[in-house]
């Protein structure tokens, strides 16, 4: 997020003056000993400018000043200028198998408390949002005097309607139905986001990856669900609907007798996530719902010749296919724990070369994004920040 803040008024009517503003923020965020002598001499901002935007950004708690000095000779020392990355902070809210789990971040994206709890497989409405309540009070418990939550983002795996704030139902809590997000909000009297976790996953990699803003790219996630996210040209393919490439539920079968989570048969989750998996074959522990942990242990375990593995790739190399057809991406971005493990995902990559057609076979870039969800984490309470700084990096004085 920090590295950004030069761009916060872009895309939208601004002074000169704020959009230097923005400048002088991000410098002080990005520089170490900086001073207002080393913003000017860097920014070339008249030293009047300077000081203004300096002033104000220490009165709202943005900056501060640090005992230490420049001494630059032949000239006066200089006060070194830190920002203040606790004033701002938000909450994110995850779920991870049936786990939920909080994180607090300030807007360097430093996660500064967290806090994970599981949820039993028939929890209801009810149970998951005293879960939520139970997690945000947890990690804002050590807020520090005089620092701003600017509000909680939930990212979900199943059906979101994010406009409307609800989510309508997830194969993994099937009690859990057209769940109102909107009285969390209401009870803690702070704005709440809501989104889908690989979308936010992906918009995590555009913005840190500014080469990929330009292309189309297919996010799948391979663990203990499967589920895909894509983006054309930096923009996410919606729904009205709330979800979008279901690959988990994917028919693969039409005389299956396997019910899936969802209560469909012969979904491709029947044959290849680790919910169906565990317990079926020792090379997929049974218990683990950490997908960290899992990430290790595929990294670390040889999977080829296992007949439950094989079946499962066969088939999830079959769907993937699929959806490449659908969309043609540039990039394939694999994350979870299944494609952390070289043999699988090689096997992958060879048999995409080997079915597609020749005109794409060659120009489709086949990636993994190492240990799990985390940057969904970091994006989905951008917009708090972004919203939040619009206003505090408008210049008030001059």
Same mark, same amino acid.
């Given at each position: 997020? =920090?590295?950004?803040?030069?761009?916060?008024?872009?895309? @939208?009517?601004?002074?000169?003056?704020?959009?230097?503003?923005? +400048?002088?923020?991000?410098? =002080?965020?990005?520089?170490? &000993?900086?001073?207002? @002598?080393?913003?000017?001499? @860097?920014?070339? =901002? +008249?030293?009047?400018t300077v000081s203004k935007i300096v002033r104000e950004l220490i009165e709202d708690g943005l900056v501060e000043e640090t005992p230490e000095r420049i001494?630059?000779?032949?000239?006066?020392?200089q006060v070194v200028l830190r920002a203040n990355p606790n004033l701002l902070t938000a909450v994110s809210i995850t779920v991870q198998a049936r786990q939920i789990r909080a994180a607090r971040l300030n807007i360097t994206e430093e996660v500064q408390e967290r806090y994970t709890e599981p949820l039993p497989p028939e929890v209801s409405n009810e149970g998951f949002l005293e879960g939520c309540l139970r997690a945000?009070?947890?990690?804002? &418990? !050590?807020? $520090?005097?005089?620092?701003?939550?600017?509000?909680?983002?939930?990212? $979900?795996?199943?059906?979101?309607?994010s406009v409307h704030k609800r989510w309508i139902s997830t194969a993994r809590w099937r009690n859990i139905r057209n769940l109102e997000v909107g009285t969390l909000e209401e009870y803690l009297g702070i704005p709440f986001l809501l989104n889908r976790m690989q979308d936010a996953e992906l918009l995590y990699f555009i913005q840190k990856n500014p080469? %990929? &803003?330009?292309?189309?790219?297919? $996010?799948?996630?391979?663990? /203990?669900?499967?589920?895909a996210s894509y983006a054309s040209k930096g923009s996410l393919l919606d729904s009205t609907v709330g979800r979008t490439c279901e690959i988990g539920h994917l028919r693969v079968s039409s005389s299956s007798t396997k019910q899936c989570q969802c209560g469909a048969f012969g979904c491709l989750e029947t044959e290849a996530a680790l919910w169906a998996l565990q317990g079926k074959t020792p090379l997929v522990p049974q218990g683990i719902l950490d997908e960290e942990e899992l990430s290790q242990h595929f990294r670390e375990t040889d999977l080829s010749r296992d007949p439950m593995i094989e079946n499962a790739l066969e088939h999830f190399c079959v769907a993937l296919y699929n959806l490449i057809q659908v969309f043609y991406p540039d990039t394939v971005l694999f994350i979870g724990?299944?494609?952390?493990? !070289?043999?699988?995902?090689?096997? =992958?990559?060879?048999?995409m070369q080997r079915e597609l057609p020749p005109y794409a076979k060659d120009r489709i870039e086949f990636l993994v994004l190492p240990g799990g969800f985390k940057g969904c984490i970091r994006?989905?309470? %951008?917009?708090? /920040?972004? &919203?939040?700084?619009?206003?505090?990096?408008?210049? +008030?004085?001059?």
């Open positions: 997020m =920090i590295s950004t803040v030069e761009q916060i008024h872009k895309g @939208k009517r601004y002074r000169l003056k704020d959009k230097d503003k923005a +400048r002088v923020y991000q410098e =002080i965020c990005t520089t170490s &000993r900086c001073s207002r @002598k080393t913003v000017i001499q @860097k920014l070339k =901002i +008249r030293p009047t001494q630059d000779a032949p000239g006066r020392a945000y009070r947890a990690v804002t &418990r !050590e807020v $520090l005097a005089g620092s701003e939550i600017l509000g909680v983002a939930l990212s $979900l795996v199943g059906t979101v309607d080469s %990929y &803003r330009e292309k189309n790219v297919l $996010l799948v996630h391979w663990g /203990f669900g499967i589920g724990p299944v494609t952390e493990n !070289e043999g699988i995902f090689q096997s =992958i990559v060879r048999y994006s989905s309470v %951008y917009p708090f /920040f972004q &919203r939040r700084l619009e206003t505090l990096l408008k210049v +008030r004085s001059f």
